[in-house]
């Protein structure tokens, strides 16, 4: 747990010495758990998984280094047609896809905003 901790604390730093404006973080809070996959350690370690500490602790630190935060529904970005352009386009597997696109929807949010 502590080095999951440490290691956001050190990404946020890292991006607040180069001069990042917007922070943007899934909202896990949305996410629901899944219980029935097939793997029993599996199904364990996702229902152990600390997200709302990790979440928590992401926004605190971020809004330490005063950091604008945008939490996005992370909901239509991994089966969507922009998802698989964004694949065959950029070269991106479908993790780094999916992380993408919730950057690209939560600074159009931050953008509507002001």
């Known amino acids: 747990m502590a080095l999951r901790l440490n290691a956001l604390s050190q990404a946020l730093n890292f991006l607040s010495r180069i001069g990042v404006d917007y922070v943007v973080f899934e909202d896990l809070f949305l996410v629901k758990r899944r219980k029935f996959i097939r793997s029993k350690s599996g199904n364990r370690n996702m229902t152990r ?7 928590i602790h992401g926004v605190v630190k971020a809004l330490r280094l005063s950091f604008d935060v945008v939490l996005v529904n992370p909901k239509g970005t991994t089966n969507s ?5 964004m ?8 993790h780094t896809a999916s992380a993408f696109l ?4 939560g ?8």
């Open 107 to 114: 600074l159009g949010m931050s953008n509507d905003i002001k």
């Open 49 to 55: 998984f600390a997200k709302r500490q990790l979440l």
């Open 102 to 105: 919730i950057a690209l929807k």
């Open 87 to 94: 694949m065959r386009e950029k070269g991106f597997d479908r």
């Open 81 to 85: 047609e922009g998802y698989d352009r």
